[in-house]
T-cell receptor, first 116, second 108 residues
Framework: KAGVTQTPRYLIKTRGQQVTLSCSPI?????VSWYQQTPGQGLQFLFE???????NKGNFPGRFSGRQFSNSRSEMNVSTLELGDSALYLC???????????????FGPGTRLTVL | GIQVEQSPPDLILQEGANSTLRCNFS?????LQWFHQNPWGQLINLFY???GTKQNGRLSATTVATERYSLLYISSSQTTDSGVYFC??????????FGTGTRLTIIP
């Protein structure tokens, strides 16, 4: 079955713009999590969605937001982009919300965002 | 929150050598995964191993949950094994927390 897909794969924006990234989980997976990867901070958790509800949020400013649709697809939005938002944004899906008995997460290929 | 430390940070080996990567974590975990990140950034699942031992071909992993560490073994290394290996854990209601990774370089 198809893996996690993310679109677009690459994106170039300028400071002050906003961006929306999309993630389609593995079929049957209902939980979607987002992570940011930068050379300086490594991989950091952004937020998790399950049944269209945000279940957990990492330590990121309110400019970072997300949502999940009834088909489990998820989008994340970053408003008023800053240079420091340049990163690889990774989406992961799992069968159930994490912190369960079996909650292996599977990652998409990522969206590489460059802010100029 | 939980702390995850990986060692060594960098490892350079000749093709055919064996290696052991270590992941230490600071609290009990209910999920532990090992990933290999390829040069394009894709995180590839290697093992889901909150406890016990698993093997998959030349790779194997062991997690000793009571002592709060996990080991990833790579035998007969190949150049395609090069990349960054991450350990990631979940503890309680905390989300997947990643270590800083081990960068493995296999020289032909």
């Amino acid at each position: 079955k198809a893996g996690v897909t993310q679109t677009p794969r690459y994106l170039i924006k300028t400071r002050g713009q906003q961006v929306t990234l999309s993630c389609s989980p593995i079929s049957g997976h209902r939980s979607v999590s987002w992570y940011q990867q930068t050379p300086g901070q490594g991989l950091q958790f952004l937020f998790e969605y399950f049944s269209e509800t945000q279940r957990n949020k990492g330590n990121f400013p309110g400019r970072f937001s997300g949502r999940q649709f009834s088909n489990s697809r998820s989008e994340m939005n970053v408003s008023t982009l800053e240079l420091g938002d340049s990163a690889l944004y990774l989406c992961a899906s799992s069968l159930i919300p994490t912190s369960g008995d079996y909650n292996e997460q599977f990652f998409g290929p990522g969206t590489r965002l460059t802010v100029l | 929150g939980i702390q995850v430390e990986q060692s060594p940070p960098d490892l350079i080996l000749q093709e055919g050598a064996n290696s052991t990567l270590r992941c230490n974590f600071s609290d009990s975990v209910n999920n532990l995964q090992w990933f290999h990140q390829n040069p394009w950034g894709q995180l590839i699942n290697l093992f889901y191993i909150p406890s016990g031992t698993k093997q998959n071909g030349r790779l194997s992993a062991t997690t000793v949950a009571t002592e709060r560490y996990s080991l990833l073994y790579i035998s007969s290394s190949q150049t395609t094994d090069s990349g960054v290996y991450f350990c990631a854990v979940e503890s309680g209601n905390e989300k997947l927390t990643f270590g800083t990774g081990t960068r493995l370089t296999i020289i032909p």
